[in-house]
């Protein structure tokens, strides 16, 4: 099986977790035995479509754009059996590298109009690529990926070419909790290697990566809000805030006890019995 793995994250691969979830699919597919392309479209020259139509009149199948996309993506993506899409969740759907990406494919389509089961459709050149949606938000709920679960299941019609949709909501929590986020990254590898066998993720599996994190949400909301009031007061950027491995300032007595939870290593305590104490004035 030939598959091509697409990250849309802006993100260097050490700070985006789109990358580092595509990274353990990948690894499950090769594992498996497939013919694994990872390519970072941040790298890429994507232009966007301008909706000229010569794809579709003097220039059959081919865009007028001679970048990236028209040279190298596009003939690789009719080449290959599979393509999975990772993307972090932008306006809950696709960020722009990946619909600029998805946009460019149009060339894969005839100009003729066609109605089937009370939709409109433009016929195929070649056959796609099935294909593996995968992404990532910050929110703690599932909720988030609704539009873009929606948008899916439209494009695809409900056909077998979508293989799966992997999702995974609080990826910032998912981090921070080192034993679930190894159990989530290893179901994400054993997806890989099942979409390789069986074109599908099984149930048990799925359910691993999209385990609850375990966590009050509301408590991890206020201290994301006490780590986003701490960048404005310090004029800094989250990226900058993280590469400095800096604390959250509460802004609440629930914030300071979130924060201490989060940077308690279980490990490191052992068998220890203690009790720690805090007096606020």
């Known amino acids: 099986m030939k598959v091509l793995a697409l990250n849309s994250s802006t993100r260097s691969d050490d700070q985006s977790k789109t990358a580092m979830m595509l990274a353990s ?7 498996a035995g497939a013919d694994v392309e990872k390519i970072n479209l941040r790298d890429k020259k994507i232009n966007f479509c301008v909706c000229c139509y010569r794809c579709m009149t003097t220039s059959p199948g081919s865009c007028f754009h001679k970048d990236d996309m028209s040279m190298e993506l ?31 494919t149009f060339p894969v389509c005839e100009p003729y109009l066609y109605e089937k089961e009370g939709r409109w459709h433009h016929p195929l050149r070649n056959p796609p690529p099935a294909a593996v949606f995968l992404s990532v938000c910050g929110f703690p709920a599932m909720s988030a990926f609704e539009a873009l679960s929606g948008y899916l299941k439209f494009l695809y019609g409900g056909s077998s070419h979508l293989w799966a949709e992997i999702y995974r909501d609080g990826a910032e929590g998912m981090v921070s909790n080192p034993r679930k986020y190894k159990e989530i990254l290893e179901a994400t590898q054993q997806a890989g290697r ?26 991890m909301a206020e201290v994301a809000n006490s780590a986003w009031q701490t960048c404005i007061d310090e004029g800094i950027t989250l990226p900058q805030f993280q590469k400095r491995q800096m604390i959250p300032r509460p802004l609440t007595v629930r914030a300071f006890a979130g924060i201490m939870r989060m940077g308690f290593n279980e490990a490191r305590a052992a068998d220890m019995d203690a009790v720690i104490q805090f007096v606020f004035s």
């Open 25 to 31: 699919l990948v690894n499950g597919m090769r594992e």
């Open 74 to 104: 596009f003939p690789k993506w009719l080449e290959s059996d599979l393509c999975v899409y990772g993307t972090p969740l932008f306006y809950h759907t696709v960020n722009a590298p990946m619909k600029a990406f998805l946009e460019r």
């Open 194 to 219: 099942e979409l390789v066998k069986n074109h599908g993720v099984s149930q048990e599996t799925m359910s691993v990566i999209t385990q609850p994190l375990g966590s009050d949400i509301a408590m």
